[in-house]
Protein backbone atom coordinates (compact mmCIF):
# COMPACT_ATOMS: atom_id res chain seq x y z
CA UNK A 1 0.00 0.00 0.00
CA UNK A 2 1.55 3.60 -1.23
CA UNK A 3 2.38 5.83 1.67
CA UNK A 4 -0.79 8.26 0.39
CA UNK A 5 -2.89 5.09 0.78
CA UNK A 6 -1.81 4.86 4.37
CA UNK A 7 -2.54 8.92 4.88
CA UNK A 8 -5.89 8.81 3.39
CA UNK A 9 -6.91 5.56 5.25
CA UNK A 10 -5.60 7.35 8.80
CA UNK A 11 -6.94 10.52 7.93
CA UNK A 12 -10.06 11.55 10.25
CA UNK A 13 -12.82 14.63 10.28
CA UNK A 14 -11.81 16.34 13.30
CA UNK A 15 -13.85 19.24 15.27
CA UNK A 16 -11.38 21.28 17.21
CA UNK A 17 -13.75 23.46 19.66
CA UNK A 18 -11.82 26.57 20.94
CA UNK A 19 -9.61 26.29 17.87
CA UNK A 20 -8.45 30.50 18.60
CA UNK A 21 -6.71 29.64 21.41
CA UNK A 22 -3.24 29.66 21.89
CA UNK A 23 -2.92 25.88 22.29
CA UNK A 24 -4.77 25.38 19.07
CA UNK A 25 -2.82 27.86 17.08
CA UNK A 26 -0.85 24.94 17.03
CA UNK A 27 -3.41 21.84 17.30
CA UNK A 28 -4.87 22.60 14.04
CA UNK A 29 -2.52 23.29 11.41
CA UNK A 30 -0.41 20.25 13.43
CA UNK A 31 -3.73 17.88 12.57
CA UNK A 32 -4.43 19.28 8.82
CA UNK A 33 -0.15 18.51 8.09
CA UNK A 34 -0.84 15.00 9.54
CA UNK A 35 -3.77 14.38 7.10
CA UNK A 36 -6.66 15.01 8.87
CA UNK A 37 -9.56 16.89 8.06
CA UNK A 38 -10.22 20.00 10.35
CA UNK A 39 -13.30 22.16 10.91
CA UNK A 40 -12.76 24.64 13.64
CA UNK A 41 -14.67 25.96 16.05
CA UNK A 42 -14.39 29.92 16.68
CA UNK A 43 -16.58 32.51 18.46
CA UNK A 44 -14.54 35.27 17.51
CA UNK A 45 -14.96 35.98 13.61
CA UNK A 46 -11.16 37.55 13.84
CA UNK A 47 -9.45 34.15 14.19
CA UNK A 48 -11.19 32.87 11.02
CA UNK A 49 -9.12 33.69 8.43
CA UNK A 50 -5.48 32.04 10.03
CA UNK A 51 -7.50 28.74 10.61
CA UNK A 52 -8.36 29.08 6.96
CA UNK A 53 -4.67 29.45 6.05
CA UNK A 54 -3.78 26.14 8.12
CA UNK A 55 -6.01 24.19 6.13
CA UNK A 56 -9.27 23.86 8.52
CA UNK A 57 -12.83 24.89 7.83
CA UNK A 58 -14.59 26.82 10.14
CA UNK A 59 -17.34 27.24 12.23
CA UNK A 60 -18.06 30.84 14.45
CA UNK A 61 -20.31 29.79 17.27
CA UNK A 62 -20.70 30.81 20.84
CA UNK A 63 -20.68 26.90 22.59
CA UNK A 64 -22.72 28.24 25.48
CA UNK A 65 -25.56 28.82 23.03
CA UNK A 66 -25.97 25.02 21.84
CA UNK A 67 -28.75 23.18 23.69
CA UNK A 68 -28.14 18.90 23.93
CA UNK A 69 -29.83 18.78 20.62
CA UNK A 70 -27.78 21.61 18.65
CA UNK A 71 -24.44 19.80 20.43
CA UNK A 72 -25.43 16.06 18.64
CA UNK A 73 -26.55 17.97 15.75
CA UNK A 74 -22.89 19.58 15.65
CA UNK A 75 -20.58 16.45 16.44
CA UNK A 76 -22.24 13.85 14.97
CA UNK A 77 -20.41 14.02 11.49
CA UNK A 78 -17.11 13.77 13.13
CA UNK A 79 -14.71 11.02 13.92
CA UNK A 80 -13.09 13.04 16.89
CA UNK A 81 -13.89 15.79 18.89
CA UNK A 82 -11.35 17.69 20.79
CA UNK A 83 -12.11 20.46 23.64
CA UNK A 84 -10.11 22.97 23.68
CA UNK A 85 -12.56 26.02 24.65
CA UNK A 86 -12.45 27.73 27.37
CA UNK A 87 -13.58 31.05 29.34
CA UNK A 88 -9.40 32.36 29.97
CA UNK A 89 -9.67 33.73 32.87
CA UNK A 90 -13.12 35.56 32.23
CA UNK A 91 -15.70 36.16 35.26
CA UNK A 92 -16.67 33.54 36.93
CA UNK A 93 -20.31 33.23 35.71
CA UNK A 94 -18.59 33.03 31.96
CA UNK A 95 -16.06 30.38 33.24
CA UNK A 96 -18.94 28.27 34.88
CA UNK A 97 -20.31 28.66 31.22
CA UNK A 98 -18.54 27.43 29.02
CA UNK A 99 -15.73 25.42 31.23
CA UNK A 100 -18.82 23.14 32.85
CA UNK A 101 -22.18 24.29 31.75
CA UNK A 102 -21.51 24.13 27.95
CA UNK A 103 -18.65 20.86 28.10
CA UNK A 104 -21.56 19.05 30.16
CA UNK A 105 -23.86 19.55 27.30
CA UNK A 106 -21.60 18.26 25.17
CA UNK A 107 -20.90 15.24 26.88
CA UNK A 108 -25.10 14.69 27.23
CA UNK A 109 -25.27 15.21 23.60
CA UNK A 110 -22.71 12.58 23.22
CA UNK A 111 -23.94 10.05 25.66
CA UNK A 112 -27.63 10.66 23.61
CA UNK A 113 -24.94 9.41 20.54
CA UNK A 114 -24.25 6.08 22.33
CA UNK A 115 -22.43 3.93 19.99
CA UNK A 116 -22.18 6.39 17.32
CA UNK A 117 -20.74 8.84 19.44
CA UNK A 118 -17.72 10.42 18.12
CA UNK A 119 -13.76 10.04 20.10
CA UNK A 120 -13.89 13.29 22.50
CA UNK A 121 -10.62 14.57 23.68
CA UNK A 122 -10.90 16.94 26.31
CA UNK A 123 -7.94 19.34 27.25
CA UNK A 124 -8.02 19.72 31.08
CA UNK A 125 -4.90 20.09 33.29
CA UNK A 126 -3.11 17.46 35.35
CA UNK A 127 -4.74 16.25 38.52
CA UNK A 128 -7.69 17.88 37.48
CA UNK A 129 -10.58 15.54 38.63
CA UNK A 130 -9.34 15.99 42.51
CA UNK A 131 -8.17 19.44 42.78
CA UNK A 132 -9.31 21.54 45.36
CA UNK A 133 -8.99 25.51 46.09
CA UNK A 134 -10.37 28.29 48.37
CA UNK A 135 -14.21 29.33 47.46
CA UNK A 136 -12.91 33.37 46.79
CA UNK A 137 -15.75 33.15 44.39
CA UNK A 138 -13.55 34.05 41.54
CA UNK A 139 -13.01 33.02 38.26
CA UNK A 140 -9.99 30.37 39.37
CA UNK A 141 -12.42 28.70 42.00
CA UNK A 142 -14.99 27.89 38.92
CA UNK A 143 -12.30 27.22 36.98
CA UNK A 144 -10.88 24.33 39.30
CA UNK A 145 -14.65 23.26 39.96
CA UNK A 146 -15.65 23.44 36.30
CA UNK A 147 -12.72 21.09 35.04
CA UNK A 148 -13.27 18.56 38.14
CA UNK A 149 -17.42 18.46 37.41
CA UNK A 150 -16.73 17.46 33.72
CA UNK A 151 -13.34 15.49 34.27
CA UNK A 152 -15.81 13.15 36.70
CA UNK A 153 -18.42 12.82 34.57
CA UNK A 154 -16.27 11.64 31.78
CA UNK A 155 -14.51 9.32 34.34
CA UNK A 156 -17.85 7.89 34.94
CA UNK A 157 -19.25 7.77 31.74
CA UNK A 158 -18.74 4.58 29.10
CA UNK A 159 -17.89 7.21 26.15
CA UNK A 160 -14.90 7.35 23.89
CA UNK A 161 -12.89 9.59 25.58
CA UNK A 162 -9.44 10.41 26.42
CA UNK A 163 -8.84 13.20 29.13
CA UNK A 164 -5.11 15.19 28.73
CA UNK A 165 -3.75 17.03 31.66
CA UNK A 166 -0.97 19.16 30.83
CA UNK A 167 0.72 20.98 33.84
CA UNK A 168 1.34 24.63 34.17
CA UNK A 169 1.35 25.80 30.40
CA UNK A 170 4.24 27.75 28.66
CA UNK A 171 4.97 29.54 25.32
CA UNK A 172 8.11 27.50 24.88
CA UNK A 173 9.43 25.35 21.93
CA UNK A 174 8.30 21.26 22.40
CA UNK A 175 10.48 19.42 23.27
CA UNK A 176 9.53 16.29 24.47
CA UNK A 177 7.66 14.77 27.27
CA UNK A 178 7.10 12.90 30.73
CA UNK A 179 4.11 11.14 31.33
CA UNK A 180 2.94 11.94 35.33
CA UNK A 181 2.28 9.04 37.52
CA UNK A 182 2.85 10.59 40.64
CA UNK A 183 1.47 14.14 42.10
CA UNK A 184 3.10 16.74 39.85
CA UNK A 185 6.19 19.13 40.91
CA UNK A 186 4.35 23.04 41.60
CA UNK A 187 7.00 24.23 38.93
CA UNK A 188 6.42 21.52 36.45
CA UNK A 189 5.53 23.60 33.42
CA UNK A 190 3.86 21.88 29.77
CA UNK A 191 4.74 23.61 26.13
CA UNK A 192 1.53 24.45 24.74
CA UNK A 193 3.23 22.83 21.56
CA UNK A 194 3.39 20.19 23.43
CA UNK A 195 0.00 19.80 24.18
CA UNK A 196 -0.88 19.64 20.69
CA UNK A 197 1.45 17.35 19.80
CA UNK A 198 0.24 15.32 21.99
CA UNK A 199 -4.02 15.71 21.22
CA UNK A 200 -2.77 14.84 17.42
CA UNK A 201 -1.20 11.52 18.57
CA UNK A 202 -4.44 11.03 20.63
CA UNK A 203 -6.41 11.53 17.30
CA UNK A 204 -4.16 9.03 15.50
CA UNK A 205 -3.90 6.13 18.03
CA UNK A 206 -8.05 6.76 19.02
CA UNK A 207 -6.71 7.35 23.02
CA UNK A 208 -3.61 7.20 25.06
CA UNK A 209 -3.17 5.22 28.21
CA UNK A 210 -3.12 5.86 31.13
CA UNK A 211 -6.82 7.91 30.82
CA UNK A 212 -6.56 10.53 32.35
CA UNK A 213 -2.91 11.16 30.26
CA UNK A 214 -1.12 13.84 32.56
CA UNK A 215 2.14 15.08 31.42
CA UNK A 216 4.56 17.66 31.34
CA UNK A 217 7.85 18.97 29.80
CA UNK A 218 10.53 16.00 29.32
CA UNK A 219 12.66 14.16 26.99
CA UNK A 220 10.57 11.45 25.49
CA UNK A 221 9.26 11.99 21.76
CA UNK A 222 5.69 11.92 21.65
CA UNK A 223 5.49 9.30 19.23
CA UNK A 224 6.95 6.95 21.72
CA UNK A 225 4.93 7.65 24.91
Do not use: C
Request: charged share 25%; proline share 4%; glycine share 8%.
Amino acid sequence: MSTEENTQEASKFVLVLGAGGNVSKHTVPLLTESGHKVVALVRNPNHAQALIDAGAAVIIQDLTALDEEGWARLITPFDTVVWSAGAGGGSAERTYAVDRDAALKAVDALEELGEFAPHFIMVSYAGASEATTEDDGGSWYAYVESKKAVDKRLLASELPYTILGPTRLTDEPAKGLNVLTELRNAESTTSRELVAQVIVEAVDRGGLEPNPFDFEDGDTPVAEA
